[in-house]
């Protein structure tokens, strides 16, 4: 199974603040919603209650990493460990699971993944949550697309592939 943690970060590894992004780039948005629709996903408290308040996209099953087992998940469940999200996606037969955040998933989960996918915001913010460091010794670039800055999109960035080296 592929697990493949998605994220847009900064030069300064940052993606989150106050709960919420750093920025607002229409085209990270865009490309998200097209690697992750419909799929497995799994995620924590957090990045659901942002995800649900917004209503950006669906998947064909919200994994919600929390302690309170008793919160309702549109779509999903709850799960007390990534551990148990997993087994589930293994007992459907998945055969990809997108890993989307918060910043103790991320650390959580990096070295069980087997592909990254992120988004180099090229600018340094102010956050309070950081992405992982992504180890060359680990990870291989295998392919990047750079975009402008424009009308809609103040910053320049990058979507980066990477894939686990050992996978």
């Known amino acids: 199974m592929n ?3 998605i994220a847009a970060i900064s030069d300064n590894m940052a993606f989150g603040i106050k709960g919420g992004l750093p920025w607002d780039m229409p085209a990270d948005r865009t490309f998200l919603l097209e690697k ?3 799929k497995f996903q799994i995620m924590g408290r957090r990045s659901y209650e942002e995800i649900v308040e917004t209503n950006f996209f669906t998947a064909s ?3 919600v990493l929390t302690r309170n087992a008793e919160l309702a998940i549109r779509n999903g469940q709850t799960f007390s460990s990534y551990q148990a999200a997993l087994d589930v996606a293994l007992e ?3 055969d990809e699971v997108i890993v989307l955040g918060g910043g103790q998933v991320y650390k959580q989960t990096i070295n069980q993944a087997t ?3 992120l988004t180099e915001i090229h600018t340094e913010v102010e956050a309070d949550t950081f992405f992982p460091s992504v180890d060359p010794e680990i ?3 295998v392919k990047r697309e750079g975009h402008k800055a424009d009308a809609e999109n103040a910053f320049d960035y990058d979507f980066v592939w990477y ?3 050992d996978a």
């Open 61 to 63: 099953f919200h994994a």
């Open 115 to 117: 592909h990254l996918i």
């Open 92 to 94: 459907r037969g998945e």
């Open 36 to 38: 992750i629709q419909d």
């Open 3 to 5: 697990i493949i943690i």
């Open 163 to 165: 894939e686990k080296k």
């Open 139 to 141: 990870w291989q670039e």
